[in-house]
């Protein structure tokens, strides 16, 4: 397995025969010291980054039904909700004046919500208080398009970025092999259709990022599977600035497994080293807590992403302050720097 490892570090890609093999047999260790040089090649070794953003969510009906999201209510349960446009530049009003910039939309498939609520959203957001709006995600933009609004997925991008969306999340994907997508979520689209509308995004100058969910049924196989859709997408558009591994969390009767810390962080250094092409990978601090965190930042992540202000889709355990980000990444050995959704670094202390 070294050879494999030092080829790695030799700049040659991983293929992936060479990536299965290289995570059924590597150790742990191996794996997260050969991922920590891949992250100093890629970006140093004195900077650990962090950003603070707001999540907004404008309303939980959902018609998708993914079998594990206990975030999702029908439009006739009494614990539906949607946010009054009124309510959103409340809110919008709120986070100028605590100073909170970027802003994430999360919501569901919601067949009722018009056109014009979503472009008013973006704008009392972008145009009227000037935030950053990252939102939606492939799958939201399929839906809307092909099966509410019926439009163009492209022309549909682009009317969202006139009104003021900023970038979008590559969200929505989990591990994109048809067996576990049939498993997860078997009503959301095909990876190959959020891989197109993914390039549809980067294609309207809009950047974005990456995800996988682990602690399911997936196999390393279905694992590099989708790393490799990534990586794909990658060398084609070049738009997708960071990568972040989550754990599934424990929200309905759905089974889901715990995921070990070594465990993860193995994962984690292995994306590290497949996903040669994308610059950033995040711990997720907000699912793992922040001893993971401070102990990722040494096995191939270089960012905290954090801190989240209002999380209400997950249990968060992650940073809520500031400060307290600052000090989790000095105690890791490094200096925080702030940065925005779209990696444009902003200042160290
Ligand atoms: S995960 Fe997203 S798409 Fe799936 S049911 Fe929940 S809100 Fe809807």
Not at 154 to 180: C, H, Q, R, W, Y
Request: aromatic residues 10%.
């Amino acid at each position: 397995m070294k050879k494999i490892l030092d080829s790695v570090l030799d700049n040659k890609r991983l293929t992936k025969d060479n990536a299965i093999e290289l995570f059924l047999n590597t150790t742990w260790t191996e794996m997260v010291q050969a991922a920590h040089q891949k992250r100093v090649q890629l970006n140093g070794e004195k900077y650990a980054s962090y950003t603070v953003f707001k999540t907004l969510n404008y309303t939980n009906i959902c018609k998708i039904n993914c079998n594990y999201c206990g975030f999702k209510y029908s439009e006739d349960s009494k614990d539906a909700f949607v946010l009054s446009l009124q309510e959103i530049e409340e809110i919008a009003k709120d986070c100028k004046a605590n100073n909170i910039n970027q802003v994430l939309f999360q919501g569901g498939v919601n067949p009722n919500l018009t056109l014009d609520y979503y472009l008013e959203c973006l704008n009392i957001f972008n145009k009227k208080y000037n935030l950053h709006v990252r939102g939606f995600s492939p799958v939201e933009f399929i839906e809307f398009a092909k099966k509410i609004f019926n439009i163009k997925i492209s022309d549909l991008i682009n009317k969202f970025k006139t009104a003021g969306l900023g970038s979008v999340p590559g969200s929505s994907a989990e591990i994109m092999t048809p067996e576990m997508r049939k498993f997860l979520s078997p009503h959301k689209p095909s990876a190959q259709l959020w891989c197109e509308t993914m390039k549809n995004i980067a294609d309207a100058n809009l950047q974005s990022s990456s995800s996988m969910i682990i602690g399911s049924n997936e196999t390393v196989t279905d694992i590099v599977q989708h790393l490799d859709y990534i990586r794909t997408l990658q060398d084609k558009t070049g738009h997708i600035n960071s990568f972040i591994l989550w754990t599934w969390q424990k929200q309905t009767n759905f089974p889901v497994r715990h995921v070990s810390g070594v465990e993860y962080l193995k994962t984690l250094a292995f994306c590290r080293l497949y996903l040669d092409n994308i610059k950033h990978i995040e711990v997720s601090v907000l699912g793992l807590g922040k001893e993971i965190g401070e102990i990722a930042l040494n096995c191939g992540a270089d960012d905290i992403s954090s801190v989240v202000i209002n999380e209400q889709v997950l249990n968060s355990k992650g940073l809520t302050t500031i400060q307290e980000s600052e000090e989790l990444i000095k105690q890791a050995g490094y200096i925080p720097l702030l940065r925005d959704f779209n990696y444009k670094k902003k200042e160290s202390p």
